[in-house]
């Protein structure tokens, strides 16, 4: 049951950013994206990405250009400072995109843990996203109460997040139908920086535990009972006879030895 629950999580964590990937996705394969990069356009930047940040519920977007050079950045209201989480990232670039321009990973800001995709700007024909990047997209999501809501309700749980990135145990209390588990949510640098908790109940798993508890309890029962016919059994079968045997022959009584007999 632990098992299954946690393989659910970790589907339902991947759909729940799929709003996200779009957005990452469909304005870095844009011509007007590769002319607005190349030519610090906050005008066509302003126009069009805070809008963005509603539609696809995202709440931050970072802009640079080929040489890894801020060129713009918008925040939505929750967000407290506009700040991109890794430091110089010309210094960080080739680690960062080891494993191709697609990123994927968390960040803290101010205490609070986001999601952040990024994505190469190409233009409008490169539907292969082969081509050297003109530019770079990072767009976040806060792990917050409407995020946590979401994965609650598809995973029929209480997930919360804590920034405490301490390993613990997963807990299953069957007679109680309850389940506690832990996932670790990672830095771009593969580091912990915190984990989901999540709890969760099942009157099924309640249920199985109170039916194994009266198995076993009719399982003694039945035990119990088949020991005291064997060893009533015994009495009459064996020591019986033997204490009947052992006052014969200690009385050399010849006629209850044939009785016996």
Request: hydrophobic share 40%; net charge negative.
């Amino acid at each position: 049951y632990l098992n299954e629950k946690k393989q659910v999580f970790e589907s339902t964590k991947q759909l729940s950013h799929s709003l996200l990937s779009a957005f990452r996705n469909d304005y870095t394969i844009w011509d007007e994206m590769v002319d607005a990069v190349e030519n610090r356009d906050d005008e066509w930047f302003g126009e069009n990405l805070p809008e963005a940040l509603t539609t696809y519920g995202a709440d931050a977007v970072w802009i640079f250009n080929s040489n890894y050079e801020l060129v713009y950045c918008t925040v939505g209201e929750q967000v407290p400072k506009s700040e991109f989480p890794i430091d110089d990232l010309s210094r960080h670039a080739k680690n960062l995109y080891k494993d191709g321009y697609f990123v994927d990973f968390h960040a803290r800001i101010d205490e609070k843990i986001y999601k952040i995709m990024g994505a190469p700007v190409q233009p409008t024909t490169d539907i292969e996203r082969s081509t050297e990047p003109r530019g770079y997209m990072f767009v976040a999501r806060e792990l917050g109460d409407s995020y946590l809501k979401e994965l609650s309700l598809v995973n029929s749980a209480t997930v919360k997040v804590d920034v405490n990135s301490q390993a613990s145990e997963s807990v299953v209390n069957t007679y109680e139908g309850k389940v506690r588990f832990y996932e670790p949510i990672y830095g771009w640098q593969g580091q912990t920086i915190g984990r989901f908790i999540i709890e969760s109940y099942s009157k099924v798993l309640e249920r199985d535990a109170v039916l194994l508890s009266q198995q076993v309890l009719l399982f003694s029962i039945s035990m119990i009972l088949t020991m005291i016919v064997i060893f009533t059994a015994i009495a009459v079968l064996i020591l019986g006879p033997l204490h009947k045997l052992s006052s014969a022959m200690a009385n050399s009584d010849r006629q209850k030895l044939d009785d016996l007999i």
